[in-house]
């Protein structure tokens, strides 16, 4: 069975929201990171640092073909009307690599 890793970028007051939802279509298991995002209409701060607010990657492996119904579920999450808020993409597992786990053969 092929499986990817699907990658969601969030807004940080969603999270749970988001886990909750991937969670209800089929991910058995989530990986959490903060993230902090910077872009193109980010605000500038007292010293010049452009920030436009604390985030949540999250990270899960799953069968290739769920990958679809978790993209589907959170897309509410990310975009409201034409703002997007994250984004979400996966890549198929065999398509990722360690350094050092490469078979040489």
Known sequence: MAHSVVFVVTP????ERTIT???????TGVTALS????????RRTIFGVRFTGAQSLLMMVVPTEKVESLMDCVHDVIFDGEDSHGICFSVPVD???LPGHFDTT
Request: no cysteine; glycine share 14%.
């Open 12 to 15: 940080d007051d969603q999270e």
């Open 21 to 27: 939802l991937v969670e209800d279509a089929g991910a």
């Open 35 to 42: 993230a902090r995002g910077v872009g193109s209409h980010a």
């Open 95 to 97: 398509q990722v690599s």
